[in-house]
Nanobody, 120 residues
Framework: QVQLVESGGGLVQAGGSLNLSCVAS????????MGWFRQGPGEQRDLVAT????KTNYGDPVKGRFTISRDKNTVYLQMSSLKIEDTAVYYC?????????????????WGQGTQVTVSG
């Protein structure tokens, strides 16, 4: 089992910056990939950014404004030039690799979410 603890988030004015972080802990072989998704009111959960060992992937709405980074089992999201439409609950996700008697197994885990509100 893997636990994800998110921190950061809050209220910020449009054009401002905010940082999120998420730490993965528990029993696993290693964390293959970590990232962030977000879900606005009445909307589906969408990709913000993911990061593997070095490769990163960003959702189109945040390209050039958000930066994802990782230090072992901690993932960071630096958000700048924030817009009102960035308002959402941001969820941390991690793909953990665990050993079974037969093979390695990958499982996706999710954090509880942290609210980011951008005001005009």
């Amino acid at each position: 089992q893997v636990q994800l603890v998110e921190s950061g988030g809050g209220l910020v004015q449009a054009g401002g910056s905010l940082n999120l972080s998420c730490v993965a802990s528990g029993k696993f072989f290693h964390i293959r990939r970590m990232g962030w998704f977000r879900q606005g009111p009445g909307e589906q959960r969408d990709l913000v950014a993911t990061i593997g060992t070095t490769k990163t992937n960003y959702g189109d709405p945040v390209k050039g404004r958000f930066t994802i980074s990782r230090d072992k089992n901690t993932v960071y999201l630096q958000m700048s030039s924030l817009k009102i439409e960035d308002t959402a609950v941001y969820y941390c996700t991690a793909t953990a690799v665990t050993e079974t008697p037969i093979a390695l197994q990958e499982t996706d885990y999710w954090g509880q979410g942290t609210q980011v509100t951008v005001s005009g």
